[in-house]
T-cell receptor, first 111, second 114 residues
Framework: SQQGEEDPQALSIQEGENATMNCSYK?????LQWYRQNSGRGLVHLIL?????REKHSGRLRVTLDTSKKSSSLLITASRAADTASYFC???????????FGTGTQLKVEL | EAGVAQSPRYKIIEKRQSVAFWCNPI?????LYWYQQILGQGPKLLIQ????????DSQLPKDRFSAERLKGVDSTLKIQPAKLEDSAVYLC????????????FGPGTRLLVL
């Protein structure tokens, strides 16, 4: 079963704009991760945030986590055409590294 | 460092036929996962191995799906007999240890069952 749900399902922006996608989940987690999937290819890990962290940065990526609301957001600043992909959040629970993926957000960055 | 290798990349079969997928994880990665990703959905874990032992196969349809990881390195996932609803991308991933949460994914095998 899917643990997380991403919102929006699809997002289209112009190059240079910021893109924000959200993830909501249902149960207590140990960590939350974001992955990117280009068309027809495997998933690439982007960033991991632990349950005791509230914000994390990596290059043009900023992730926030609100465990009280069971939600996370991924912000991509100054987007590029190469950022066009599907983005998935995945939650990990304590005691193992089984990941449960959300439904994904399809991001399209237009020139 | 070589990534996770999977083969074949594409497979088309008819329903009731059998099919097998192969995965070679990143060298030294003890944990191996097989996921099923249906079009428009996120990946769903089918089975997780720690070395050559099964950690979690709760979502594996055991009446038709089987997987093994002999010698704790390569792994094969088999479907027998295939159904139309098995059409999906089958992703293999590996991680260094259970406590290293980042998973590294292969390119996947796209299966079409006619």
């Amino acid at each position: 079963s899917q643990q997380g749900e991403e919102d929006p399902q699809a997002l289209s922006i112009q190059e240079g704009e910021n893109a924000t996608m959200n993830c909501s989940y249902k149960t207590s987690i140990n960590n939350l991760q974001w992955y990117r999937q280009n068309s027809g290819r495997g998933l690439v890990h982007l960033i991991l945030i632990r349950s005791n962290e509230r914000e994390k940065h990596s290059g043009r990526l900023r992730v926030t986590l609100d465990t009280s609301k069971k939600s996370s957001s991924l912000l991509i600043t100054a987007s590029r055409a190469a950022d066009t992909a599907s983005y998935f959040c995945a939650t990990g629970v304590r005691g193992g590294n089984k990941l449960t993926f959300g439904t994904g957000t399809q991001l399209k960055v237009e020139l | 460092e070589a990534g996770v290798a999977q083969s074949p990349r594409y497979k088309i079969i008819e329903k009731r036929q059998s099919v097998a997928f192969w995965c070679n994880p990143i060298s030294g990665h003890a944990t191996l996962y097989w996921y099923q990703q249906i079009l428009g959905q996120g990946p769903k874990l089918l089975i997780q191995f720690q070395n050559n032992g099964v950690v979690d196969d709760s979502q594996l349809p055991k009446d038709r799906f089987s997987a093994e990881r002999l010698k704790g390195v390569d792994s094969t996932l088999k479907i027998q007999p295939a159904k139309l609803e098995d059409s999906a991308v089958y992703l293999c991933a590996s991680s260094l240890e259970p406590v290293r949460e980042t998973q590294y994914f292969g390119p996947g095998t796209r299966l079409l069952v006619l």
